[in-house]
């Protein structure tokens, strides 16, 4: 948003003859697609274009995706306007790869468009909309669809100002990818118009689910219809239940809907009956028949209850019988039968329990009394789940889970483990000693996801050692994890190598009580010798002393994580197209660290500018004005300037605008 503010204020500062200061780093950063893209292209036009080994080689589909998106493309002859379109949400817009490939299976067709008749022009319309090109490349994959469209730019503006944010907007899109592409005034408006006449908060429709987003992009023909048939199934619009039971009726046939009412009388439930449990779970219309007739079979003849009691608990026909209601309901049984429980205990109230309130209250409790309690019941809430891992299930998952279990984890808490999650006889006692070292689980969580040996590490001769080691040096777990991706692998390391890797921070200058120590050990910890010395002995041959190289590591010692490439183009610009000393950024080194495209190009231009315009007094110093937060630049050179009369606008197109 910044940005767009930025280029607003140069509009109206320069003058219909007045141009940029040209720079050595303008060309490619106004349209760098069109460089990355001709030589890719010309390679690929080169030789015969196979479209789906393209998808897969280059956009990062697999074959399955790639054999249904060739389909689309079966015309191509050349990757000349693909590679254009890549290179352009590559390097113009910053969508990473993952972004691209999503992009490419959901609109296949994008590959072939033009990039300055069709995306360049969208893309400066979110631009003028306020939107970053962080916000740009993080929608694209979520909408390529809208790019095509003129009406993206009224729906960005329309669903920002309905739903308050832009991560707001980014939720739906993921369910409802054509939203930006819908004519507004034939459909968007009139749906939600009659949304809210039906009592409806918009916000909450789009956080719902998949299909309740979908109601706002239907014909709104079909959506007053289905209004019309949920309020004839007595549900009334200001019930709780009434949106649910919307997107139910929207996107489900009028014949299958009756073909479950039916299947409902079928199997002994009256037309009243079938009313009362469509409104209080208007779900049960969208079961499959195995589903409805699987729990309707074990509810009557297992646990025995009666067709009027499941009439007014119809949540019961949507709670997994495998993995819910069956363990329960054997649980219990063995507990009653021991005389472990006491009265009679209402079915609804047992199955209705949130997984981890069951297990406080009837397994944990019961577990001395009981021999195997907990293997037998989580192995009956998860062996459906698991089919086919036969004896590694039996001997290693369950007593895991069990013991996780044990510990007070949730089942949620287990799964959201589970994907990484370690089968290791360090498990629990990790896992019981990380909790106690961070709080809780949800701030393992990330730690875990960062580096996912944690939890199968060695205690006593790693995981503690490297602990007391760390705090000697006057760092806290917290203080280390906070840090970056690679931090937490330090937890995880033989203890010689953070021993070694703090001597080799000792030995650049910087002593373990400094700010910038941590960061120094976290970078040294997982870079080897040789990187870190290549590093200096470039700013030795960009012309740096030995003191100069230690000095700069020991300000900003992330500089020695930089690529030779990022070094040699900032002090590239710093050092010509700036005139910066040495000496200069020896003292401020993290100059060397703030991108020479999307900070400190476009704030030398604009602050050149307003200079010749005598719009500033005095000098500046390059470094305060190159560090500022971009909320504070702006404030501060771009708010007060906007006012100025607007001159012609600026010819420098809005993908070279960035942070």
Known sequence: MAISHLRAALSRIVGSQSRLPTSSHAHPLVFPHRILGSSAAAAFCSRSFAVEDYLVSRCGLTKAQALKAAAKLSHLRSGAKPEAVLAYLESTLGVPPAGVSRTVVTDPTLLCCNVEKTLVPRVAELHELGLSRDEIARLVPLAPISLHSRLLRSNVEFWL???????????????????????????????????????????????????SSLLFVINPS???????????????????????????????????????????????????????????????????????????????????????????????????????????????????????????????????????????????????????????YTSKCLKKATDGIGILWEKTLVPRVAELHEVGLSWDEIARLAPNAPCSSFLLSNLEFWVGELGSVDKLLPLFRRCSSLLVTDLDKVTRPNLVFLRQCGLSVSEIAAIDMYSPSIFTMKLENPKEAVQRVEELGIQRGVGMFRYALSLVAITKKEVVARRIRLLHDLGFSKDDALAIARKQPLVLSLSEKKIRGNLKFLMKDVGMEVLYIVTRPVLLIYSVEWRLMPRRCLLKVLKEKGLLKG????????????????????????????????????????R
């Open 161 to 211: 100002g309905e739903l308050g944010s832009f991560d707001k907007l980014l939720r739906v899109l993921r369910w409802c990818s054509s939203l930006l592409a819908t004519d507004l005034d034939k459909v968007t408006r009139p749906n939600v118009a009659l949304l809210r006449e039906c009592g409806m908060d918009i916000s909450k429709i789009a956080a719902t689910d998949m299909y």
């Open 222 to 376: 079909n959506l007053k219809d289905s209004v019309q048939r949920v309020e004839e199934m007595g549900i009334d619009r200001a019930a709780g239940v009434f949106r649910y039971a919307l997107a139910i009726f929207a996107f489900t046939d009028k014949e299958v809907i009756a073909m479950r009412i039916q299947l409902l009388h079928t199997l002994g439930f009256s037309k009243d009956d079938v009313l009362a449990m469509v409104r209080k779970q208007p779900f049960v219309l969208g079961l499959s028949e195995k589903k409805v007739r699987g729990n309707l079979n074990f509810l009557m003849k297992d646990a025995g209850l009666e067709a009027s009691y499941i009439v007014q608990r119809p949540v019961l026909l949507l709670y997994s019988v495998e993995r819910r209601l069956l363990p329960r309901h054997c649980l219990l049984k063995v507990l009653k039968e021991k005389g472990l429980l006491k009265g009679e205990l209402s079915y609804y109230f047992t199955a209705s329990m949130a997984e981890k309130d069951f297990v406080r209250k009837f397994v944990l409790p019961f577990k001395n009394h009981v021999p195997g309690i907990i293997d037998d």
């Open 619 to 658: 000098e500046l110093d390059y470094y305060t004005t190159a560090s500022m937060a971009e909320k504070a630049f702006v404030e501060k050179f771009v708010h007060p300037f906007k006012t100025m009369p607007r001159a012609s606008p600026m010819t420098m197109p809005p993908d070279a605008w960035g």
